[in-house]
Nanobody, 121 residues
Framework: QVQLVESGGGVVQAGESLKLSCAGSESSSRINAYAWYRQVPGKERELVAYISRGGFTNYADSVKGRFTVSRDNAKNTVNLQMNNLKPEDTANYYC???????????????WGQGTQVTVSS
C-alpha cells in the first residue's frame, strides 16, 4: 500500500520559515503530480500548491510569493518551503498524490497523516 509521510511542521513566529517534506513509498518519478493541502478544524481542506511531473507549479493566492513547492524524484520526496509565515497559515498540512491535466490538479486517494504548522503573532 502506498504511503506518504509528512514532516517538518512546528511552532514558529510570524515572519519565520519552515520547510515541509513528504516522503512517498512509491517511486516519485512514476507519480504524475503532488499537492499540498491544509486544513483547520471546522473548515474544508484547502489546496495550497501542486507540482506536476514536468515541474509545473501552481499556488493558492494566499501563499503566492511566500511558498515554493518542489519535488526530488531521486529521494521520492516533495517539499514545501514556506517563508514569511503568517498566523493565518496555521493549519495541519497534508500531501497528496494526484494527476495534473490541462491546467488542473486532480487529487488522488493517497494522503499522509499530516503535519501541524502553528504560527504565532
Amino acid at each position: 500500500q502506498v504511503q506518504l509521510v509528512e514532516s517538518g511542521g512546528g511552532v514558529v513566529q510570524a515572519g519565520e520559515s519552515l520547510k515541509l517534506s513528504c516522503a512517498g513509498s512509491e517511486s516519485s518519478s512514476r507519480i504524475n503530480a503532488y499537492a499540498w493541502y491544509r486544513q483547520v478544524p471546522g473548515k474544508e481542506r484547502e489546496l495550497v500548491a501542486y507540482i506536476s511531473r514536468g515541474g509545473f507549479t501552481n499556488y493558492a493566492d494566499s501563499v503566492k510569493g511566500r511558498f515554493t513547492v518542489s519535488r526530488d524524484n531521486a529521494k521520492n520526496t516533495v517539499n514545501l518551503q514556506m517563508n514569511n509565515l503568517k498566523p493565518e497559515d496555521t493549519a495541519n498540512y497534508y500531501c497528496n498524490q494526484g494527476k495534473y491535466y490541462q491546467g488542473t490538479y486532480y487529487g488522488g486517494d493517497t494522503w499522509g497523516q499530516g503535519t501541524q504548522v502553528t504560527v504565532s503573532s
